[in-house]
């Protein structure tokens, strides 16, 4: 019997999660991973009731990882409609990541149809298939999914020569400080290509870099509370619509140095090549210090 390569990790909710030597960190919040998903993402976007609006719904999951998020959409969706039509696109750098939750059980308790799904996206098969898994594993004609392996900076060049379109974009990658490559000014320009023009991006991080990359890329940014956590999540938008505004202290923290935005000109350089052009950048900036910020706001 294989022996699984991550370290499980329980979380507050019941639910599990694994830890990633790579990037040093666990995949999810230990406050609750499956509350992670349906929170952070599904009822932030207001998924169903956009889909429903709709009446059909494109999900662009970038870092797939374990497939929570994408679990908690499929999960609320057939929750009400299970015929409604879904075009789903992940981005995943490594298939044993999602290969391993299912083997060790860790979909065990969303429902069995979601399951199922979860482990057809999973299941290798010819390119040529990935467009009509749904009908050749699962009989789900209303479920278009596929699971795009490698470096998202890649793929997502592929999606944009496309000219693929997410009605909802779920940005979850390891924090900025572990993988700068996913929070970068290209990369998030590129993701942003990818959102449709009435469509929502969520992440679960409020930093500030990410915010000012998300406003550089043309995105309006709000902010919302996160259950079990004590920092906000970040929705995005290309209009402010209905988008929970910033409080005074995320809008200063916009002000300072820790706004300073990653960047990776080429796509293609390492975290520490991309972290040290960022702390040069900052060393240069006019902007106010991060430190000056805290002190005001700590003392208020």
Known sequence: MATNPFTIEPTADGSATFYSD???????????????????YVQATRLVERAQNQGQITILDVCYGLGYNT???????????????????????????????????????????????????????????????GRDFLELPHLNAELLIGDARQQIQTLVAQNFQADVVFLDPFSPPRCPQLWTVEFLGLVAQCLHPQGILATYSCAAAV??????????????????????????????????????????????????????????DDAATIQQRRSQEQAQSTLQSTGEWRRRWLSS
């Open 22 to 40: 790579t990037f040093g960190e666990w995949f999810h919040s230990r406050s609750g991973a499956y509350d992670e998903a349906r929170h952070t």
């Open 211 to 268: 915010r000012a990359a998300l406003q550089l890329a043309g995105l309006h940014i709000g902010s919302l509370a996160a259950p079990g956590r004590r920092w906000p999540s970040t929705l995005a938008s290309y209009g402010e619509g209905n988008l929970p505004p910033l409080s005074q202290q995320e809008l200063e923290h916009l002000q300072t140095r820790a706004a300073v935005p990653y960047r990776d000109p080429t796509l293609k």
């Open 71 to 133: 679990a908690a959409a499929l999960e609320a969706i057939w929750a009400v409609q299970p015929d409604l039509p879904i075009r789903l696109v992940g981005l995943e750098l490594d298939m044993t990541v999602p290969q391993a939750a299912i083997a060790q059980g860790l979909l065990k308790d969303w429902p069995e149809a979601v399951q199922a799904a979860l482990g057809a996206i999973a299941r290798p098969h010819p390119k040529s298939l990935s467009q009509n898994w």
